[in-house]
């Protein structure tokens, strides 16, 4: 770390600490009810543009300056992309941070230090330190975590941090980073009015964060015109272009009765994903391909950090609400799949998994942003639906979904809370049937919050 870095550390922390003056949950009230939340409010909290980040990120002596960074786009498996990555390089002994979003129970779920939350004294302090100057400038909640979390990674001294973009990725304000690689996991349709109506112009936006000279990988992509794109972008750039799909990092793979993932790997032999759901093949192959990318450009990790990675990444990292199981006699599985390109998978999973279950119970809510009838069209037929809605002001009423379910010919029952939903579920669920808590984010965290899944092994 250069000597300066080291000076605005001994600068910064040592205020942070001495003028915090609000609690924790004061503080959480603050951030939810004076800057704009996208994942409560939606379109009316997003903001494109570098400006702030920008301000926000001199003011503090530009803290992600002080470690190299990953930059990890694309509609589906960013998180799961980004906490294999983070789980493989702390296992390969480097001090990782990891930075998502949303979170399911917990705020601090987003900014991770070799996979511990950030502590609540640092979220106050820095909220309290920061807020004279950060009020006028009138950031989202996004703007300001980001800022938050580079700064956290410095104050930690990490090694490497894992960046995930919020929404796009040519106006997000992470994309003030220039890291050591770029990934794109994949290309879908969501978030169309600020992304753009076709995949080639949604594509553009996430292509943003191609650096000039910068490695980029791309996950998967199926469209010749989507292709394209990148390959227009990072010739522009001169930075050089990999596509996971066409590098050969799997040479078999299939999904255990034990619900892991059996990898044969080109690199690394015989690997076994502890990540669920049929996505996740797809997810590994970009991880695998990012992972020979950082070795050739000389980022030390052994055979055997890769397979601990992918073997323990929930424990490693914490990660949470994909295909995940939480409750048995019934089965409960929770995924957090919320478009067209997410329920691609999901259906295919759900339908594979119909074979040994009795009956199946589909709990569904979506955000009122989506595109309800294409990700309706692409649920199971055969199946009891429970139509809800999430704890946000972004959620979709349970009684229009319900209408809208209907036109698809899946009726069901209305609930007004998820609670709601998985007591009705439960009550006419026997113990060997499935039920599946989906369509949304929110939904996912609701339920997790519910004492029934609330077990202390899920606590930290």
């Not at 979170?103 to 987003?110: G, K």
């Not at 000279?213 to 015109?225: A, S």
């Not at 750039?237 to 078999?252: K, N, T």
């Not at 939903?421 to 929110?442: E, M, Q």
């Amino acid at each position: 770390m250069r000597r300066k870095d080291i000076n605005l550390i001994d600068y910064f922390y040592p205020r942070l600490i001495l003028i915090s003056c609000m609690t924790y949950d004061e503080t959480l009230h603050y951030l939810y009810t004076s800057v704009p939340v996208f994942q409560h409010s939606g379109a009316s909290a997003y903001k494109p543009g570098l400006q702030t980040s920008q301000a926000l990120d001199d003011h503090l002596g530009n803290p992600h300056t002080a470690y190299k960074t990953i930059h990890v786009a694309g509609t589906n498996g960013k998180g799961s992309v980004s906490h294999l990555l983070a789980a493989i390089l702390q296992q390969a002994g480097y001090k990782v941070g990891l930075y998502t979003s949303p979170h399911l129970v917990d705020f601090r779920e987003r900014i991770r230090v070799n996979g511990q939350m950030v502590p609540k004294e640092y979220v106050t302090n820095f909220v309290a330190s920061y807020k004279e100057f950060f009020e006028p400038l009138h950031p989202s909640f996004f703007e300001l975590t980001s800022t938050m979390a580079f700064d956290y990674f410095r104050h930690e001294q990490v090694e490497y941090a894992i960046i995930e973009t919020g929404l796009g990725g040519r106006l997000d304000s992470t994309n003030i980073i220039t890291p050591i690689l770029s990934i794109i996991t994949n290309i879908s349709a969501d978030h169309k009015q600020f992304l753009g109506e076709t995949l080639p112009e949604i594509a553009r936006e996430k292509a943003g964060i191609i650096k000039p000279e910068i490695p980029v990988l791309i996950g998967e992509t199926y469209y010749p015109e989507v292709k394209k794109v990148f390959e227009e972008v990072a010739a522009r750039l001169s930075a050089p272009l990999a596509f996971a799909q066409e590098m050969d990092v799997i040479r078999e793979s299939y999904l255990m009765d034990t619900g892991e993932w059996y990898f044969s790997s080109t690199d690394f032999g015989q690997l076994f994903g502890q990540l669920s759901g049929v996505v996740q093949c797809r997810n590994a192959t970009t991880v695998l391909a990012a992972i020979r990318i950082l070795i050739q450009t000389g980022v030390s990790i052994e055979r055997e950090a890769v397979r601990e990675g992918f073997e323990h990444v929930v424990e490693i990292t914490g990660l949470r609400g994909r295909w995940e199981t939480i409750h048995r006699s019934p089965t409960v599985i929770c995924d957090t799949g919320h478009n067209e390109g997410a329920w691609d998978y999901l259906s295919l999973h759900l339908e594979k998994l119909m074979k040994l279950y009795d009956n199946l119970h589909i709990i569904i809510g979506m955000a009122n942003d989506k595109e309800v009838d294409e990700v309706l069209d692409r649920m199971p037929q055969e199946a009891m639906y429970y139509y809800t809605q999430a704890s946000v002001p972004r959620a979709m009423p349970a009684a229009g979904l319900s209408i809208h379910g209907a036109m698809s010919g899946k009726t069901g029952f209305v609930c007004d809370t998820v609670e709601e939903a998985v007591r009705t579920a439960f009550g006419r669920a026997g113990s060997n049937d499935l039920i599946f808590i989906g369509g949304s984010t929110f939904v996912v965290a609701d339920a997790l919050t519910l004492p029934v899944f609330n077990t202390p092994e899920k606590q930290q």
